[in-house]
C-alpha cells in the first residue's frame, strides 16, 4: 500500500472523526516520530507554522527541534498519528486533539 492509497482511505473512513477507542494522550514514540518528521521538513527548507522571533537563528537541529516544539505546543500541526490497535482496527488521530500531559517533561526546553 502506498501513500496515495493510504491518504484516500483516511479520507474515506471517518475514523479520525469519531470517538476514539484508546485514549488520545500522546506517547513520547509518537512524540519522537513527531518531531522527526517535522525536523526533516523544515530542514527541507518548509515554512514554519508559528511565527519566530526577529532573532531566532537556526544553527543546528536543536534549533529546528526548539521550532517544532513550539509548533507542537501552539497545535497548529496538521498531522495524523495513526495508531493500530489490538484487534488490528486503524485509529487516527488528530495532533492539536490529543493531550500533551504525558510527554510535558519532555516538552519543558
Partial sequence: MNIIDEVNKIKTSNS???????????????????????????????IPFVELPNNFKIENNMDLRKIVLMELKQGVLPYLVKRVLPNKKIEYLKIKD?????IRTILRD
Fill in 16 to 46: 479520525y472523526l469519531k470517538e476514539y477507542q484508546s485514549k488520545p494522550i500522546m506517547t513520547k514514540y509518537e512524540l519522537n516520530s513527531i518531531i522527526s518528521l517535522r525536523t526533516t521538513h523544515l530542514a527541507n527548507m518548509a
Fill in 98 to 102: 490529543m493531550d500533551l500531559t504525558a
